[in-house]
C-alpha cells in the first residue's frame, strides 16, 4: 500500500480510504477470485479499479458480472504500463493497493495496512507477508 502523493479534485463522496488497482490482461482464469477477494476485506471503504489492458479472453464480461459501485473498470489497449498508470491517475483513494489479477488479498489486508499508514504518518509505502500457492499447495513466506 502507498501514500498518494497528490491531492485530487473529486467530491467528497467519491473519496474512498484506499483505491485497489488490478491491471489485467486475458485474466479470465483468477480475475473473479481476485475481485471476490478485495469485495470480502474486513475494511470496506476502498475503491476498485480494475484496468483492462486489452483482454480478448472473457476477462471482461467476469468484471461485469460484479454488481458492486465501488468497482470501476477501464478498458485500454495493451500496453501494461500505460494501464497501471492510467490506475494511478484514476485513484480517489488517500491510499493505493495494488493487487495483481490472478493473486488473492488475505481477508484482512486492507484493515492491517490502513492502521500502519494512518499510525505512521511519514511512512509512504507498507508491504505484508504472502502466501504463496500452487494448485492445494500452500507456504507462508
Same mark, same amino acid.
Given at each position: 500500500? *502507498?501514500? /498518494?502523493?497528490?491531492?485530487?479534485?473529486?467530491?467528497?463522496?467519491? /473519496?474512498?480510504? %484506499?483505491? !485497489?488497482?488490478?491491471? !489485467? #490482461?486475458?485474466?479470465?482464469?483468477?480475475?473473479?477470485?481476485?475481485? =471476490? =477477494? %478485495?469485495?470480502?476485506?474486513?475494511?470496506?471503504?476502498?475503491?476498485?479499479? !480494475?484496468?483492462?489492458?486489452? =483482454? $480478448?479472453? #472473457?476477462?471482461?464480461?467476469?468484471?461485469?458480472?460484479?454488481?458492486?459501485?465501488?468497482?470501476?473498470?477501464?478498458?485500454?489497449?495493451?500496453?501494461? %504500463?500505460?494501464?497501471?498508470?492510467?490506475?494511478?491517475?484514476? *485513484?480517489?483513494?488517500?491510499?493505493?493497493? $495494488?493487487?495483481?489479477?490472478?493473486? +488473492?488479498?488475505?481477508?484482512? #489486508? +486492507?484493515?492491517?495496512?490502513?492502521? !500502519?499508514? @494512518?499510525?505512521? /504518518? @511519514?511512512?509512504?509505502?507498507?508491504?505484508?507477508?504472502?502466501? %504463496?500457492?500452487?494448485?492445494?499447495?500452500?507456504?507462508?513466506?
Amino acid at each position: 500500500m *502507498a501514500r /498518494k502523493s497528490h491531492h485530487s479534485k473529486t467530491s467528497d463522496m467519491d /473519496k474512498r480510504k %484506499v483505491t !485497489v488497482i488490478i491491471t !489485467v #490482461r486475458n485474466g479470465e482464469r483468477h480475475i473473479k477470485e481476485a475481485i =471476490s =477477494s %478485495v469485495l470480502s476485506q474486513s475494511f470496506q471503504d476502498f475503491e476498485l479499479v !480494475v484496468v483492462d489492458d486489452g =483482454s $480478448i479472453d #472473457r476477462t471482461l464480461s467476469e468484471v461485469l458480472a460484479f454488481d458492486d459501485p465501488r468497482i470501476r473498470l477501464i478498458y485500454k489497449s495493451h500496453h501494461y %504500463v500505460d494501464s497501471l498508470n492510467t490506475g494511478l491517475s484514476e *485513484a480517489r483513494g488517500e491510499y493505493i493497493a $495494488i493487487l495483481d489479477h490472478d493473486d +488473492l488479498m488475505m481477508p484482512n #489486508r +486492507l484493515e492491517c495496512q490502513v492502521k !500502519v499508514m @494512518d499510525t505512521f /504518518k @511519514d511512512l509512504t509505502v507498507c508491504g505484508g507477508r504472502m502466501a %504463496v500457492f500452487k494448485d492445494d499447495d500452500i507456504s507462508n513466506t
